[in-house]
């Protein structure tokens, strides 16, 4: 379980092909901190610490991880959002992130509105997933909150800090992000799709 407040953002060091699946290592100064077979989220997708270093780990997606979000499209270099699991006695400063990406989806807008940033996003809305006006999101592992809600856009506003400390500020039209839609959004569509 996760909040969405990122905490570093790691770079991708190494990526390693086997079978079908890829073994990303990654540095940041949480490196250190982590141990085995702990719960990382990695722009949003929950995955598993399987090595260390003094400044390094690495995690393992599988296929159906890859099939389901950008993490396919990470190379050496690429800047990536990284959350340790919420401690069940803190705060939780954004909202409930599980750290399983439900789909992927488009930037289709960016721009810069003299101090903060507007962002919009399409995705594929036969999948059922939704948003609502000031809901939940989860963008690359980021909890934020929708402004402009459609049937398969959504737009968040960014503000100078987040913007300087993830991956967003990379974030272009036409790049692809992982979103997490909100989990007590799910279940409500869910229960009324069955009534």
């Not at 100064?29 to 610490?49: E, F, M």
């Not at 101090?115 to 592992?141: H, L, M, P």
């Not at 959504?154 to 979103?179: C, Q």
Request: hydrophobic share 35%.
């Amino acid at each position: 379980m996760f909040t969405g407040i990122i905490e570093d953002l790691g770079e991708v060091k190494n990526i390693v092909a086997e079978g079908t699946n890829l073994h990303f290592t990654i540095q940041s100064s949480i490196s250190n901190d982590l141990k085995i077979d702990q719960s990382v989220a990695h722009n949003g997708v929950c995955l598993t610490v399987v090595a260390l270093t003094e400044d390094t780990h690495t995690v393992t997606a599988i296929q159906e991880t890859l099939e389901k979000s950008n993490v396919k499209d990470l190379k050496v270099g690429s800047k990536v959002n990284l959350e340790r699991c919420m401690q069940m006695n803190g705060r939780l400063d954004g909202h409930i992130v599980q750290g399983h990406v439900d789909q992927t989806a488009v930037c289709i807008k960016r721009a810069e509105l003299d101090g903060s940033w507007e962002y919009r996003f399409q995705y594929d809305a036969t999948k059922g997933n939704v948003t609502v006006e000031k809901g939940s999101v989860c963008i690359n592992g980021i909890s934020l909150t929708v402004v402009g809600s459609e049937d398969n856009e959504f737009s968040v506003f960014i503000i100078p800090y987040t913007f300087e400390h993830t991956n967003l500020h990379e974030v272009n039209v036409g790049d692809t992000v992982n979103i997490e839609f909100d989990i007590i959004g799910k279940y409500v569509a869910r229960l009324v799709g069955r009534a």
